[in-house]
């Protein structure tokens, strides 16, 4: 995994709030949430709620933010780049050695490298656990030798409860930073206790904040920030990603190279090919983002065989389809025997482009031929993925394994695996053209927010728009919004109407202000149905400075769902940021 520069600086130490928070008063301050959770006293009770719950102090607090995702919607398990940004709303762990005082008390607690786990939130109970070296025959050594195994911990994945994303951070820790031998030092027992504001459920990948956050708890605790072998930031990027797939998630890096490698101020362009990379992009300085919570959350277990997992197999499966209409040799063979591979749309743009095998060599991706590549896909093929007769968009199942080359078998195993078995229709041509034309959006993003000089209104709205037609494609031709979620879309595009006094329009998808929808995606490999992946969660909207205060009073009064609400859980759920700091270890005096 190759990272820029800027990820091989070492990961931030701290000892005051406003470094480890920057730019925040600047666009927080007009929100309640930042009086209620983001000041002093939060970090001030976490450090009480530690020494009265363990009888010691914390020697560093772990944070590490959560993140939107400005653009670029469900295009990252297509293996095109999307443009991340860390927010204010963060998880941290207030972690210490446990003193060997305690260990006279409660052996039982004092293990090498035990630890009690507890949380802020009252309906989390505390946890305690502890790591193991499996001792298993080796296949090199004589059979009566005993070879040590790497480090073990028990994570259900059937059953994710808050610990278990502790224990992801830990295992990475545990397997990068302590060899397995008996004569090996061991980790030491810690004393952890976690809080957060990032809405759970929201798209705003707490589940990654968790797990970034308590990998750091664990290297700071077992005074790794105080020896040579100090992970970089990119470094860290390698070992939270490594650390989420033990819970599960699939992830690519988008949200973990967010929430560590976030610089204030700046969001993320992160591209996947030939190999994950993170460039940090300046954004406007007087724009500012509003994340609206539309209170929707999928049941990700019942949906994903018809949403989420139906998703990921049309974008594979048109490129399954374009790469055969194209020619494209994508699979190995071995005498008469062929080997499928399952080809992105990143890769079939690539190999009809033909810079396939060069970029194979390269450290970073073209921007220019990818910029180009995406055009002519738009522009060739496209209508191989429509039915052979009549006006609809939707191919058939049979007619998708017939154009597909393959045999209906070996196409069935590959790709409708993790789809609902009563699916008969597919809307192949629609979703390419979502994930090309989405792709472009991102490099025009990133494009602007990189362009020196010039009006900056007139980039605000050059972004809304993007914003905008982003929202409406993912609405319109990949169907993963939802009714409550194009109704805060409504609302929140309804703001300048009012503000200029003028009424409320029908054809809300005409409208250019500033505001689209976002979901939680992770670059996902295979079919797992992974949690705030469309179908609810949050908007985003793209509004300037002067106005925040004022839109965020109208998005509250507005949508029909906040009625009733108290203003302290409306603060929870409409509140402004603006990019800011990756994750940091910060040293409690």
Avoid at 94 to 123: F, K, M, Q
Avoid at 334 to 340: A, I, Q, S
Avoid at 421 to 442: D, G, M, P, S
Avoid at 540 to 565: N, P, Q, T, W
Wanted: hydrophobic letters at 40%; proline letters at 5%.
């Amino acid at each position: 995994m190759t990272v820029l520069p800027a990820a091989d600086a070492p990961i931030p130490i701290f000892t005051t709030l406003k470094e480890v928070y920057g730019s925040l008063a600047t666009a927080a301050k007009h929100a309640l949430f930042f009086a209620l959770f983001l000041g002093r006293e939060r970090w001030d009770e976490l450090v009480r709620e530690f020494e009265t719950k363990f009888g010691h102090k914390p020697t560093y607090i772990a944070r590490a933010p959560g993140r939107v995702n400005l653009i670029g919607e469900h295009i990252d398990y297509a293996d095109f780049g999307v443009f991340p940004a860390a927010i204010e709303h963060d998880i941290l762990i207030a972690c210490a050695p446990r003193p060997a005082s305690i260990a006279a008390a409660h052996p039982d607690r004092h293990a090498p490298g035990s630890v009690v786990a507890e949380n802020l939130h009252t309906r989390y109970t505390r946890q305690v656990f502890m790591p193991t070296r499996r001792h298993t025959l080796g296949d090199d050594v004589p059979l009566d030798a005993v070879r040590v195994a790497p480090w073990h911990l028990d994570i259900d994945k059937s059953e994710l409860r808050w610990e278990s994303y502790v224990k992801a951070g830990y295992y990475g820790v545990l397997n990068h930073f302590f060899s397995p031998s008996s004569i090996s030092p061991v980790p030491v027992p810690v004393d952890i206790l976690v809080t957060g504001n990032v809405p759970p459920g929201s798209g705003l990948s707490s589940s990654a904040a968790m797990v970034v956050s308590s990998t750091l708890a664990f290297l700071a605790a077992n005074g790794i920030f105080e020896g040579e072998k100090v992970p970089t930031k990119g470094e860290l990027v390698k070992i939270a990603v490594e650390n989420e797939r033990r819970v599960g998630v699939n992830s690519g890096g988008m949200d973990q190279s967010a929430s560590v490698i976030a610089l204030p101020g700046s969001a993320l362009y992160v591209s996947f090919v030939p190999s994950l990379h993170a460039e940090p992009i300046g954004l406007p300085r007087d724009a500012v983002f509003v994340c609206a919570n539309s209170l929707v959350v999928s049941n990700k277990a019942e949906s994903a065989k018809h949403q989420y997992n139906l998703r990921v197999a049309e974008t594979l499966a048109a490129a399954r389809l374009l790469s055969h209409y194209l020619n494209l040799q994508v699979d190995s063979t071995d005498g008469d025997n062929t080997k499928r591979r399952l080809v992105t749309l990143r890769e079939v743009l690539a190999r009809k482009s033909g810079f396939y095998r060069d970029e194979q060599d390269a450290q970073l991706e073209d921007l220019v031929q990818l910029q180009k590549g995406l055009v002519d896909m738009l522009g060739i093929a496209m209508d191989y993925l429509l039915p052979e007769f009549g006006d609809r968009t939707d191919i058939s199942l049979d007619e998708m394994i017939d154009k597909s080359g393959m045999d209906e078998a070996e196409f069935r195993e590959a790709y409708l695996s993790g789809v609902d078995a009563k699916t008969t229709n597919f809307e192949l041509y629609l979703r390419a053209q979502h994930v090309f034309e989405e792709a472009l959006k991102v490099l025009k993003f990133r494009e602007v927010c990189l362009t020196g000089g010039g009006n900056e209104e007139s980039k605000l709205q050059t972004l809304g728009k993007l914003m905008n037609d982003s929202h409406d494609s993912c609405h319109r031709q990949f169907d993963c919004s939802h009714p409550k979620l194009n109704d805060l879309v409504r609302v929140a595009r309804s703001f300048r109407e009012v503000e200029d006094g003028t009424r409320e329009g029908e054809n809300i998808w005409e409208s250019h202000d500033l505001v689209r929808s976002f979901s939680y995606t992770l670059f996902c490999s295979d079919f797992d149905a992974l949690e705030g992946a469309g179908w609810g969660g949050c908007t985003v909207s793209l509004v300037h400075r002067e106005d925040v205060e004022a839109f965020i009073m109208h998005v509250k009064k507005k949508y029909a769902s906040y009625e009733g609400m108290s203003e302290e859980d409306l603060a929870s759920c409409v509140f402004a940021t603006e990019p800011e700091m990756g994750a940091s270890g910060d040293f409690w005096f």
